[in-house]
């Protein structure tokens, strides 16, 4: 089982930016597929990003397009999602996971990962 840690939610003003962290254990780090998701009170999880394991492919919800970049440093076996020109839409609390193995994998479906963080808090004031 993959041990994930995420940290660099916190609170910002629209327009604001924050770097979310996503880190984990595990030696064959660099073989696992990446995605965030987001839960806002109230509503279902809801897929906000996801990264290959050679960080070729990055895949985004339309919602966040334009705004958010995820990438990894699987050196420091660490994925981030860097979120620019928040939204109080964004507020939510936000989860990364991974997909370990080799068989097939839907980024945006949340069936499609094995291990889950914990969550990380990101709040947007308007």
């Known amino acids: 089982q993959v041990q994930l840690v995420e940290s660099g939610g916190g609170l910002v003003q629209t327009g604001g930016s924050l770097r979310l962290s996503c880190a984990a254990s595990?030696?064959?780090?660099?073989?696992?597929?990446v995605g965030w998701f987001r839960q806002a009170p109230g509503n279902e999880r809801k897929f906000v990003a996801a990264?290959?394991?050679?960080?070729?492919?990055?895949y985004y919800a339309d919602s966040v397009k334009g705004r958010f970049t995820i990438s990894r440093d699987n050196a420091k076996n660490t994925v981030y999602l860097q979120m620019n020109s928040l939204k109080p839409e964004d507020t939510a609390v936000y989860y990364c996971?991974?997909?370990?193995?080799?068989?097939?994998?839907?980024?945006?479906?949340?069936?499609?990962?094995?291990?889950w963080g914990q969550g990380t808090q990101v709040t947007v004031s308007s």
């Open positions: 990264i290959s394991w050679s960080a070729v492919d990055a």
């Open positions: 595990g030696r064959t780090f660099s073989t696992y597929r």
């Open positions: 996971a991974t997909k370990t193995g080799r068989d097939s994998w839907t980024p945006a479906r949340d069936d499609s990962y094995d291990d």
